[in-house]
């Protein structure tokens, strides 16, 4: 399996769109990153409706 397939793979299994509340949505996008040692970190987003809270998929994976 390639790169490409494994990180696809990974990101796959966080995908999961659902509310958490009224107000805020989570895992309706998804990432993954590979670091230069070949780790792979993955992320999701969450989002507030009102526009305050906002996580993306690609800056969470990133704090991984």
Same mark, same amino acid.
Request: glycine content about 8%; overall charge negative; some cysteine.
């Given at each position: 399996m390639g790169t490409w397939?494994?990180?696809?793979e990974e990101a796959?299994?966080?995908y999961n769109p659902h509310e958490v509340s009224d107000f805020v949505y989570?895992? #309706?996008?998804v990432a993954a990153v590979e670091a230069e040692d070949g780790q792979i970190f993955?992320?999701?987003?969450?989002?507030?409706t009102c526009g305050v809270f #906002?996580?993306?998929a690609e800056?969470?994976?990133?704090?991984?």
């Amino acid at each position: 399996m390639g790169t490409w397939e494994k990180m696809y793979e990974e990101a796959r299994a966080l995908y999961n769109p659902h509310e958490v509340s009224d107000f805020v949505y989570a895992n #309706h996008v998804v990432a993954a990153v590979e670091a230069e040692d070949g780790q792979i970190f993955t992320g999701f987003c969450m989002e507030g409706t009102c526009g305050v809270f #906002h996580l993306c998929a690609e800056r969470a994976a990133l704090f991984n």
